[in-house]
T-cell receptor, first 114, second 110 residues
């Protein structure tokens, strides 16, 4: 296990298209988080899962954003009808249930909406 | 509301000089405080947490509840310390995700 992996690393799309990002957490980690990071800003929390349960989703930026973790392993983040303002780095992180506050981040998926 | 302020976007110091990266927070209850670091072309990773009272890579951070601050300090900066540093309060009970500041870029000049 080499850590949290995200795919794709880069995505360029046209406005109005749908995009999906995948995150594979560290295998023994029950918690999975999605953050968004724009230029000059710190990571902004979007949503997180405990196993397959989505415990917090009110911070998702709009109803165009949705996330799933159907089997409690990998997760997907989907953005429908993308807008130029969605251009950002989307970060995934995982942690053990005990949640010591240490999040293990992936390298991120960079989205560019033209 | 949870809020983190890192007042300096960029901090440049000479090698061997002391470093202090400032962090002030506004958080309901008693948060745990963390510093995360991102070196060039690497992932965001935990540097240290206040509850551990540890020194990592020569860095320490003291939680001042009265001033609601958690400044990161190192007595003698090294070139390899150049990176983005993010302050993050959270709650160790686990149901409140970390909130990150905007970050401070530390540049250590040889």
């Amino acid at each position: 296990d080499t850590g949290v992996s995200q795919d794709p690393r880069h995505k360029i799309t046209k406005r109005g298209q749908n995009v999906t990002f995948r995150c594979d957490p560290i295998s023994e980690h029950n918690r999975l988080y999605w953050y968004r990071q724009t230029l000059g800003q710190g990571p902004e929390f979007l949503t997180y899962f405990q196993n397959e349960a989505q415990l917090e989703k009110s911070r998702l930026l709009s109803d165009r954003f949705s996330a799933e973790r159907p089997k409690g392993s990998f997760s997907t983040l989907e953005i429908q009808r993308t807008e130029q303002g969605d251009s950002a780095m989307y970060l995934c992180a995982s942690s053990p249930t005990e949640n010591t506050g240490e999040l293990f981040f992936g390298e991120g998926s960079r989205l560019t909406v033209l | 509301a949870q809020r983190v302020t890192q007042p300096e976007k960029l901090l440049s110091v000479f090698k061997g000089a002391p470093v202090e990266l400032k962090c002030n927070y506004s958080y309901s209850g008693s948060p745990e405080l963390f510093w995360y670091v991102q070196y060039s072309r690497q992932r965001l990773q935990l540097l240290l947490r206040h509850i551990s009272r540890e020194s990592i890579k020569g860095f320490t951070a003291d939680l001042n509840k009265g001033e609601t601050s958690f400044h990161l300090k190192k007595p003698f900066a090294q070139e390899e310390d150049s990176a983005m540093y993010y302050c993050a309060p959270g709650r160790n009970s686990g149901n409140t995700p970390l909130v990150f500041g905007k970050g401070t870029r530390l540049s250590v000049i040889a």
